[in-house]
């Protein structure tokens, strides 16, 4: 079985990664230069090169799943990629993903956490709702209608001072119409 590395290089002092136990298992493995990729942050270009050569029935030695995506939509799209392949996953950091199953794992566990986001916007939703503080405070929407109507700001300075997107500028224009 055919063996390959990729991880983030450490460049910024914000977010320090622990790559010693990656390097031990490559060094330990004898990993050709050549299977080892290396990015650094915000750069995917490596990673793409290593989707394109990795080989069918290989495995893909990893730091962290987040390596390989800044979004969990895209680590979806990379790591469902890679099983269509039968890459094994070895995570050094995320020992419960190790093996050939782990889109699966990831796109159950990315259901439930959505599952509870929505619910945690929900209550939140509820909550303001009880509170009376659903939508935009009635003042900035006002005071965007008076100064629309005074006709010295454009529509993108007029929604950028108080605070509101166009949309809602032009819903409360269109309430005053029908009211006047």
């Known amino acids: ?24 298992l490559i060094r330990d493995l004898e990993l050709d230069e050549r299977d080892i990729f290396v990015d650094i942050e915000n ?18 030695i990893i730091r962290s799943v987040v390596d390989l995506s800044d979004e969990a939509k ?7 990629e890679l099983q269509e ?13 190790n ?4 889109y699966t794992s990831m796109k159950g566990f990315a259901k439930i956490n959505t599952h509870y ?17 659903v939508g935009r405070p009635r003042k900035e929407v006002e005071k965007a209608i008076r100064l629309y109507k005074a006709r010295i700001f454009s529509t993108e300075e007029i929604t950028e001072m108080c605070g509101i997107s166009s949309s809602t500028l032009y819903r409360a224009l269109k309430e005053v119409d029908k009211q006047e």
Do not use: P, W
């Not at 490596?46 to 290989?58: A, F, G, M, R, V």
């Not at 895209?74 to 469902?80: A, S």
């Not at 093996?99 to 782990?102: A, F, I, P």
């Open 85 to 97: 392949k039968s890459v094994i996953l070895c995570s050094i950091e995320e020992r419960f993903l």
């Open 43 to 60: 750069q995917k270009t490596e990673l793409n090169k290593l989707l394109d050569t990795i080989e069918q029935n290989s495995r893909l």
């Open 1 to 24: 079985m055919k063996n390959y590395s990729y991880f983030v290089e450490n460049t910024s002092n914000e977010h320090i990664r622990d790559n010693s136990k990656l390097f031990s």
């Open 99 to 102: 093996g050939d199953e782990y």
């Open 74 to 80: 895209e680590l979806l799209g990379v790591l469902e």
């Open 117 to 133: 986001l929505e619910k945690r916007r929900q209550q939140g939703y509820n909550k303001a709702k009880e509170n009376g503080k």
